[in-house]
């Protein structure tokens, strides 16, 4: 498969994700995810594949300033938005892929990994490396979205795309579904060693006022803006078109009301 599969953001769509993506998508998957274990007061949390740090600003303002709060991401861009957002030095940010984190063993409580999952090469060796850097009974969780077929705001995107451009274009969206089974994912928690492998199938409902603006601004804050970046105005309306009908029911001519499924799953280190 070609294409970024890593969800490898460049030039300003890091800015563009946290402006767009992050209030609609990802704050409340960091409420359902902070609401499954509670961060409390004094632990240590990690948050992997922190893109732009909404899980890591959450959690520090339940951990107080007794806890540590450490996000780790690949990419340079994301952790930049992630510092400048902030605002808060306490949180500490590490650019590092996640296979080799640098840091002590046994340091954190929780670590949390929301969408990020289906973007590693090696999700086994990464899920072992959460598992260095956790206490005894300390806990991992992940979310990852589910199917295409069950997630109407990348399925859109992937065959307006396709249509668009062809097929590879559309890849680094659809490797946002690319890892759709929580069985699946419940098994690679079990081979890297956790215990108490659990998974749910939760369906949020997601909402924005303004679709075609959330429509246009949400494609350039992803690994495929730069394929888009420098069309006609012409052109990407025509994508934004495609990509607002094929929502169908979800899209009533100004407002976006979708499904978005994902599997969260959670192991505890013995
Ligand atoms: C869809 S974003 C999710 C970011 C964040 N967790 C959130 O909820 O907004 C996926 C993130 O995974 C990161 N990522 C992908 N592969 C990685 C790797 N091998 N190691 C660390 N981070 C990685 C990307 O850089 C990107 O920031």
Redesign the pocket.
């Known amino acids: 498969m070609s294409g970024n599969t890593?969800?490898?953001?460049s030039g300003n769509a890091?800015e563009l994700?946290?402006q767009f993506?992050?209030p609609t998508?990802?704050v409340p998957?960091?409420q359902h995810l902070l609401s499954k274990s509670p961060p409390q007061t004094g632990q240590n949390i990690l948050?992997?594949?922190?893109?732009?740090?909404?899980?890591a600003r959450m959690a520090k303002a339940r951990v107080g300033s007794t806890g540590r709060v450490v996000g780790?991401?690949?990419?340079a861009g994301?952790l930049q938005v992630a510092k400048a957002v902030a605002n808060d030095s306490l949180i500490e940010w590490i650019e590092?892929?996640?296979?080799d984190?640098p840091l002590e063993n046994e340091c954190f409580n929780t670590a949390?990994?929301?969408?990020?999952l289906q973007?590693?090469?090696d999700k086994v060796g990464?899920l072992k490396e959460i598992a260095r850097l956790l206490h005894p009974n300390g806990l991992c969780f992940a979310?990852v979205a589910q199917s295409l077929d069950q997630n109407p705001l990348m399925r859109s995107q992937v065959d307006a795309l396709t249509k668009h451009v062809g097929a590879d274009a559309a890849n680094g969206i659809r490797s946002?579904c690319g890892l759709a089974d929580g069985d699946e994912i419940a098994g690679l928690f079990e081979q890297a060693g956790y215990v108490d492998v659990n998974f749910d199938k939760v369906d949020l409902t997601l909402t924005h006022s303004e679709g075609r603006a959330f429509v246009q601004n949400g494609i350039l804050s992803t690994p495929v803006a730069g394929i888009i970046s420098d069309w006609s105005e012409t052109a990407r309306n025509a994508l934004i078109d495609d990509i607002l009908t094929g929502f169908g029911e979800f899209y009533n001519g100004t407002s976006l009301t979708f499904p978005h499924v994902s599997s969260v799953v959670s192991g505890r280190k013995p």
């Open positions: 890593e969800w490898q953001l890091a994700y946290e993506l992050v998508i990802f998957w960091a948050d992997v594949a922190c893109g732009t740090g909404i899980v780790a991401d690949l990419n994301m590092s892929d996640v296979a984190i949390y990994c929301q969408q990020g973007f590693f090469p990464a979310v946002v």
